[in-house]
């Protein structure tokens, strides 16, 4: 069983700094691609950053030259750092992998792996 736990989240100031991490175990063959995403009540799930598994990452436009998606060399734990926060990027933010892994006697792919998500909250 793949499991996405997230930690990081919490109460930062308006141009303050934090970094989610996104710890992915199970028995996982292939590590596709990773990102984050976040959301607001009454709204739907937004894509913020990814990273395929030959490096390459993107952004939204909302957060392009503020937030860097990375992972670690094992390529297990994945982060989100997240510089000069605006009041709007509160959200609670949720991990999420594209990878290949055994379920049970069965070894597929699936995009639908996600953690429950963390909570930030940016005041000034």
């Known amino acids: 069983q793949v499991q996405l736990v997230e930690s990081g989240g919490g109460l930062v100031q308006t141009g303050g700094s934090l970094t989610l991490s996104c710890a992915v175990s199970g028995r996982i063959l292939h590590l596709n691609a990773v990102s984050w995403f976040r959301q607001t009540p009454g709204t739907q799930r937004e894509l913020v950053a990814a990273l395929d598994s030959g490096g390459a990452t993107s952004y939204s436009d909302s957060v392009k030259g503020r937030f860097t998606i990375s992972r670690d060399n094992a390529g297990n734990t994945v982060y989100l750092r997240m510089n000069d926060l605006k009041d709007e990027d509160t959200a609670v933010y949720y991990c999420?992998?594209?990878?290949?892994?055994?379920?049970?006697?069965?070894?597929?792919?699936?995009?639908?792996?996600w953690g429950q998500g963390t909570q930030v909250t940016v005041s000034s």
């Open positions: 999420n992998a594209d990878c290949t892994a055994v379920n049970g006697h069965e070894i597929s792919r699936s995009k639908d792996y």
